[in-house]
T-cell receptor
Framework: KQEVTQIPAALSVPEGENLVLNCSFT??????LQWFRQDPGKGLTSLLL?????REQTSGRLNASLDKSSGRSTLYIAASQPGDSATYLC????????????FGKGTHLIIQP | NAGVMQNPRHLVRRRGQEARLRCSPM?????VYWYRQLPEEGLKFMVY????????ESGMPKERFSAEFPKEGPSILRIQQVVRGDSAAYFC??????????????FGDGTRLSIL
C-alpha cells in the first residue's frame, strides 16, 4: 500500500528566502507525482506534475524534482513571497487501474513579510 | 473555461439525514474522482468514475456511501443516514477524456459537510 510522507509539517521563513519542501513515498512504481497548493477553505490548485520518466519540472519560481528509485520528490520555491503562504500537498498516482491519488498530509508554509 | 464546479459549498445535516454532493467536471473531462479530507488528516481517495461507470470504489466506505456519474448531469456523491464522523470536506476532481495516467487532476473548491 502506497504511503506518502511530507516533511516538514510546518515551515515559517522570512520573505525572499529560497526553500525546499520534501515528499517521500514507499512504493516506487508510480505513474506520476503531482504537487498542489491549498489555501484555507479552498480547493487544490495543481502546481506541477512530474511523469515517472521525468526528473524535474519547472514553472516560474517553482521547481519540482523526482527521484523515483529512492521514492523522493522535492519542491523548490525561489525568492519566496507572502503570497506563497499556503499548504503544499504532494500526491502520487500509482496507476494499476486505479487512478486515485495518494496524498501526503502537507507542509503548512508561512512566508513572513 | 469553467473549472470543476462543486455544490453546495457548505452543507449542514442532522444525524440520520441524507447528504447529496454534486460535481460538474471541467468541460471535456469524463473522468471524475471523489476525495474526503477529515479534520487534521490528508485527502483520501474514495471513488473513481467515468460516464455511467464506477471504475474504482476501493476507498468508499462499504455502507451508506454511493456515487454515480450519469450520462447527463453532474456526478453525485450520496451519503445516507449521516453520522457525526461524516463531517469533512469532500473534494471532486476531473481529468480529460483521453486521460492516461499522466494527465493532471483538476480539483473543485469542495463541499464542507457538517453533521449536527
Amino acid at each position: 500500500k502506497q504511503e506518502v510522507t511530507q516533511i516538514p509539517a510546518a515551515l515559517s521563513v522570512p520573505e525572499g528566502e529560497n526553500l525546499v519542501l520534501n515528499c517521500s513515498f514507499t512504493d516506487s512504481a508510480i505513474y506520476n507525482l503531482q504537487w498542489f497548493r491549498q489555501d484555507p477553505g479552498k480547493g487544490l490548485t495543481s502546481l506541477l506534475l512530474i511523469q515517472s520518466s521525468q526528473r524535474e519540472q519547472t514553472s516560474g519560481r517553482l521547481n519540482a524534482s523526482l527521484d523515483k528509485s529512492s521514492g523522493r520528490s522535492t519542491l523548490y520555491i525561489a525568492a519566496s513571497q507572502p503570497g506563497d503562504s499556503a499548504t503544499y500537498l504532494c500526491a502520487v498516482n500509482s496507476g494499476g487501474g486505479a487512478d486515485g491519488l495518494t496524498f501526503g498530509k502537507g507542509t503548512h508554509l508561512i512566508i513572513q513579510p | 473555461n469553467a473549472g470543476v464546479m462543486q455544490n453546495p459549498r457548505h452543507l449542514v445535516r442532522r444525524r440520520g439525514q441524507e447528504a447529496r454532493l454534486r460535481c460538474s467536471p471541467m468541460k471535456g473531462h469524463s473522468h471524475v474522482y471523489w476525495y474526503r479530507q477529515l479534520p487534521e488528516e490528508g485527502l483520501k481517495f474514495m471513488v473513481y468514475l467515468q460516464k455511467e461507470n464506477i471504475i474504482d470504489e476501493s476507498g468508499m466506505p462499504k455502507e451508506r456511501f454511493s456515487a454515480e456519474f450519469p450520462k447527463e448531469g453532474p456526478s453525485i456523491l450520496r451519503i445516507q443516514q449521516v453520522v457525526r464522523g461524516d463531517s469533512a470536506a469532500y473534494f471532486c476532481a476531473s481529468s480529460p477524456l483521453d486521460s492516461g495516467s499522466n494527465q493532471p487532476q483538476h480539483f473543485g473548491d469542495g463541499t464542507r459537510l457538517s453533521i449536527l
